[in-house]
Structure formats: structure tokens, C-alpha cells
């Protein structure tokens, strides 16, 4: 896979938005009609992002979102929500915990919390089984890059 793309109406200013979620660079030459975000700081195992400008807004649900992982949520939201997120929704189903925000665009992803019962344990999970197995901050501070969703 070479990049993530995203529509916009204004590629520079979701590049930088998104640039300050995962803690990676906008590139040089970013502006409102095309901008990549990816750079020095983007791990090596993960793909850049591509904004280019479209003249429509985005309608309707997407069918494909990014996931952070972030062992704590409630910091992470806060400070994706001062930053131009909004916040969706939050759920707990699957043995899983996940917020669903949307971009300053309205494009959706998720903050999810690691996961929390090893694979293949068939037990699903309950909130009394919200113990992390990966230490870890923030998406960016840990340097993960976007995973799909299983959702």
C-alpha cells in the first residue's frame, strides 16, 4: 500500500490536523488543494497520508475509518477534542472499548483501548478484563501508526 487518501475541501488544513493526531509531519509544498502527511517522524512500518481537494463535502457514513489505540482514552479524546475532533460515541462491545470521533471534515475514526483478552480465548471480554497488554501513551507518543477496524 502506498498512501491512505482522503477527500477534502481543504487538504492542507486536515493535513495538519492529522498531522498533529498521529505526531507526524505535514510535507513541504502542503496547501488547500493537495498536502501529504507522513515524514521523518511517520514510523517505517506505516503509510502516509494523501489529502486532495474534491469540491463536494463528505455525505453520509464511511465505510472504512482509521483506529488509534491509546491505553488511555479519556486523555487521548480530550486532547483530539481540543485539537478540532468531535466526539461520536463510546462503546463497549467485544470485549473491546472504543470512541468514535469525527475529523474537522467529518471523516470518522476511532481511539480504541489495546486489546484487552488475548485472541482465539473465545471469551469475548468484560469490562472487569480492562487491563492493558501493551504499555503505551497516546497513538502518537507511542508511535503507532493507524490500524483498520474489525467493526
Not at 472504512?64 to 483530539?80: F, G, K, S
Not at 462503546?91 to 483501548?113: I, M, S, Y
Amino acid at each position: 500500500m502506498g498512501e491512505v487518501t482522503y477527500d477534502a475541501r481543504d487538504a492542507g488544513r486536515l493535513a495538519r490536523f492529522w498531522a498533529e493526531v498521529l505526531g507526524w509531519d505535514v510535507g513541504p509544498g502542503a496547501s488547500e488543494y493537495v498536502a501529504e502527511v507522513g515524514g521523518p517522524r511517520r514510523p517505517p512500518d506505516s503509510v502516509p497520508m494523501l489529502f486532495v481537494q474534491v469540491p463536494e463535502d463528505k455525505v453520509g457514513k464511511s465505510r472504512i475509518h482509521l483506529d488509534l489505540v491509546a491505553e488511555d482514552i479519556a486523555t487521548e479524546v480530550a486532547r483530539l477534542v481540543e485539537i478540532g475532533a468531535t466526539v461520536v460515541h463510546e462503546k463497549r462491545e467485544w470485549g473491546h472499548h472504543w470512541v468514535t470521533l469525527q475529523d474537522p471534515e467529518g471523516n470518522e475514526f476511532c481511539v480504541a483501548q489495546p486489546e484487552l483478552t488475548p485472541a482465539g480465548s473465545g471469551d469475548g471480554g468484560t469490562d472487569a478484563d480492562q487491563v492493558p497488554l501493551t504499555a503505551g501513551g497516546s497513538a502518537a507518543a507511542a508511535g503507532k501508526a493507524p490500524s483498520p477496524d474489525p467493526r
